[in-house]
Every structure is written in structure tokens, then in C-alpha cells.
């Protein structure tokens, strides 16, 4: 009988060594509906990392959900502290996704930091706060999208920092690719990333933006100037492919390749994202898999790229840092978070507290 059918619904489960087929199978169907990207990309990955890795994004995709379609952010934010918590303790919650998630760490020693800087990237988001600068955008990004790469890279069992650094460049990359193709998504609902000193210096008024988001010429320009970023770092992103086994090269390769499409596709629409969302069909995602196998074959036969050893981007260092140096994974759910983390989790559950007693409700449990 399996814990599934022994433990009440939201009950810890035992603790697992090995990924269930049944647990890996509705990660599957989630990231199969909520990250086609992905989905398409890892299909090209051998067994042995894309199973890991669908545990990996259906915790993430699934966690992300959870915060970005609720009114109770803080409260939401909350549950998945205390969800990695009972995961880090060998304890997941009586879930699919919690419990291959757990047995995920546990296989591969994930650091916990690299889930927990998710984790603090999902709470910048309740907080609602905005970015003064590109560099703050990359603080951002790197917790939301550059931990994620990192982790895969953990899952490939690669712990070089030069490759870690890398691949942490491509979720940057993603991040703000992300980024660009939702301006007028993210504004309608009244959230801003783009940086506030670009609008400044464009003259746009952030409240007025977003009271009326319009594709005038100068938020156009903001949307190309994002993608230029976008660009450069999915460059310098390619080196490191060359530094990753060669059986997993081409599922990141296509993964780069697709997703750097969106923003082709943004172009193509005269970096009008306000009126229209940008989307690859199965033709760019077919384009992107042939791109990956030439990228592919030119990485087989080519010295490593010079850009392989570039610096980490500052937003990084730390989420490269904890993948190269961590402890194992077993070890590490009893280490202290950041106080980074802790102060913003500490702001979050006071809002809670408050909304919770302004309705005369009980407050989140610690």
C-alpha cells in the first residue's frame, strides 16, 4: 500500500529514496499544461535528468500558481515556507508534487538555499515591489528564474562554477524574455517589472502606465531595449552548454533556442506587448529542436568558448556559490535562512497577521 493511500490528505508522508512513477506521472501533466516550453525542450533530455527535472518545475510551476492566482499572498507565500520545511526534513506534505520534489533533494543534494531564493523571489512578488534599475530587475530575475537553472544544473551533477554561472545567465535571460512579452499583461493587472529609471528617462509615468497601458513608441523602445539584455546574456549563456554532458546538451540547447523565439516573436509584432502576447506555435518550437541539434554538433567539435570562465553576474554570485560549496541536502534543512529571507517572510507574515484579524480569522501558524 503506498503512503498515498495510508495517509490523510495533507498528512507528511514517509520519507522516500526514489522518484514514484505514479508522483513523476501528474508532474508530467502539469508541467504539460503549464510550461509547453519546457515540456517540449525536456523531451530531449535523457531519462535520468528529465524525470528529476519534471519534479523540479512542477513544484516550481505549481508553487508559482499557488502564490499568483490568490488574493492571500502572504498566507501563500507562508504554506510554501513551511512545504519546503517538511521537505527539507525528509517530511513532504501527502502530495504528488511535494513528495517527488523530496525525493528529488534527497537524490541529488540540492542545496537549500537555491529553493529557498525561489522562495524569497515568490515573496518580492506579494510584497509588490518594483525595480529602480536593471540591476535590481536581475536581483529579481536571478531568485525567480536564475535559481531554477542552477538546480538543473544540480540534477545534471554538475558543481562547476563556471557551468553553474552559465546556466544561471540563461534564466536570467528567460526572466526577462518573461518579462518583455507580459508588459501589458503584468500592467492590466497592476504589476510593473520594467525598470523604473528606464520610464523615467522615457518620460512615462509609472501610475499613469498603468492606469492606461498604451503601445506608445517610447514603451516600444523599453520593450526592445529589455530584449537586447535578454540577448546578451542568452550569448553568454551558450558557453556553457559546452561545459554539460553531451546527453543533456541538446535539451538545453532547445530550451534556449525556444525561448529566446518569444522574443522574436515580440519583434516581429514592433515590440507591441500590451495589445497582443507573444507565443511560439509548434513551428518555432520544431525550429528550436533543429537549432539545438546543430548547436549541438558545433559544441562536439569546437574548444570551449572563452566565455565559459566570464564572472557571475553579481544578482548570481550567491545562488552559484551555494550550488559549487553546499552541503548535502540532508544535512542542510537544518541550516538557518538568510536574513534576507527572514525579514521579508517576517514582513509577509505580519500583513497576514493583520488581514487575518481585520476579518477575525486566526492567524497563519508559525
Excluded at 196 to 216: S, V
Excluded at 256 to 265: K, L, P, Q, V
Aim: glycine share 6%; charged share 25%; with cysteine.
Amino acid at each position: 500500500m503506498t503512503a498515498a493511500a495510508t495517509n490523510p490528505p495533507g498528512a507528511p508522508a514517509p520519507r522516500r529514496t526514489a522518484l514514484s512513477t505514479e508522483d513523476l506521472d501528474h508532474c508530467e501533466a502539469a508541467i504539460r499544461t503549464g510550461s509547453r516550453s519546457f515540456f517540449t525542450a525536456s523531451k530531449l533530455l535523457p531519462a535520468r535528468v528529465r524525470r528529476p527535472a519534471l519534479a523540479l518545475y512542477a513544484f516550481c510551476r505549481l508553487s508559482d500558481d499557488a502564490v499568483d492566482l490568490t488574493r492571500e499572498k502572504p498566507a501563500a507565500i507562508l504554506a510554501l515556507r513551511d512545504r519546503l520545511d517538511l521537505v527539507y526534513r525528509g517530511t513532504p506534505r501527502n502530495a504528488p508534487a511535494d513528495r517527488a520534489f523530496a525525493a528529488m533533494v534527497e537524490e541529488f543534494d540540492m542545496p537549500r538555499a537555491l529553493p529557498e531564493a525561489l522562495l524569497e523571489g515568490f515573496a518580492w512578488d506579494a510584497q509588490g515591489r518594483r525595480y529602480r534599475s536593471l540591476q535590481d530587475l536581475h536581483g529579481y530575475s536571478a531568485r525567480v528564474a536564475a535559481a531554477v537553472g542552477a538546480m538543473m544544473c544540480v540534477l545534471m551533477r554538475v558543481r562547476d562554477a563556471d557551468a553553474l554561472a552559465r546556466a544561471c545567465d540563461l534564466g536570467l535571460a528567460m526572466q526577462l524574455t518573461n518579462i518583455a512579452r507580459d508588459v501589458g499583461e503584468d500592467a492590466r493587472e497592476g504589476r510593473l517589472f520594467l525598470p523604473l529609471d528606464w520610464l523615467e528617462g522615457a518620460g512615462i509615468d509609472p501610475e499613469a502606465f498603468l492606469a492606461d497601458p498604451q503601445p506608445t513608441p517610447e514603451l516600444r523602445r523599453l520593450t526592445r531595449r529589455l530584449l537586447a539584455e535578454a540577448d546578451r546574456l542568452y550569448f553568454r549563456s551558450e558557453a556553457g552548454i559546452a561545459a554539460l554532458p553531451l546527453s543533456v546538451r541538446p535539451g538545453i540547447a532547445a530550451a534556449r533556442h525556444i525561448y529566446a523565439a518569444i522574443g522574436t516573436e515580440i519583434a516581429r509584432a514592433g515590440h507591441d506587448s500590451i495589445t497582443r502576447r507573444a507565443y511560439t506555435g509548434p513551428w518555432a518550437k520544431l525550429w528550436g529542436l533543429g537549432t539545438a541539434g546543430v548547436h549541438f554538433a558545433v559544441t562536439c567539435t569546437l574548444p570551449r568558448p572563452v566565455e565559459l570562465h566570464a564572472a557571475p553576474e553579481p544578482s548570481v554570485a550567491f545562488l552559484v556559490d551555494a550550488a559549487a560549496h553546499a552541503p548535502p541536502a540532508r544535512e542542510s534543512w537544518a541550516q538557518g535562512r538568510s536574513a534576507a529571507l527572514l525579514s521579508v517572510l517576517a514582513d509577509l507574515e505580519a500583513r497576514d497577521r493583520a488581514r487575518r484579524g481585520l476579518m477575525g480569522g486566526p492567524a497563519h501558524p508559525n
